[in-house]
Nanobody
């Protein structure tokens, strides 16, 4: 069982930066692939990026590639989403999730989810 708690969301101007954190409980955090997803008002939840449990490899959605990066600190049971050059269209609730699968965009393969943190980017 893994419990996830996101933090770090807020209001930021376009072009600004935020760092989201996702703290996990459980002693097996290091064996989970960790993904980030977002859901904008009126839209389906969509993939943002993922970091593998094994070698730290990452995969990103085209919309955030070059602007967002994911890192993890297994000693702290925490994964981060570093968000740079934010745009108004990045406004959404951001969720972290844990999976035992390899790096995957497929939300159905993520068994554990956090409650989400709101990111609002003003123009």
């Amino acid at each position: 069982q893994v419990q996830l708690v996101e933090s770090g969301g807020g209001l930021v101007q376009a072009g600004g930066s935020l760092r989201l954190s996702c703290a996990a409980s459980g002693r097996t955090f290091s064996s989970y692939t960790m993904g980030w997803f977002c859901q904008a008002p009126g839209k389906e939840r969509e993939f943002v990026g993922v970091i593998s449990w094994s070698d730290g490899s990452t995969l990103y959605a085209n919309s955030v590639k070059g602007r967002f990066t994911i890192s993890r600190d297994n000693a702290k049971n925490t994964v981060y989403l570093h968000m740079n050059t934010l745009k108004p269209e990045d406004t959404a609730v951001y969720y972290c999730a844990a999976s035992t699968a390899w790096t995957t965009r497929n939300q159905n393969l993520y068994a554990y989810w956090g409650q989400g943190t709101q990111v609002t980017v003003s123009s």
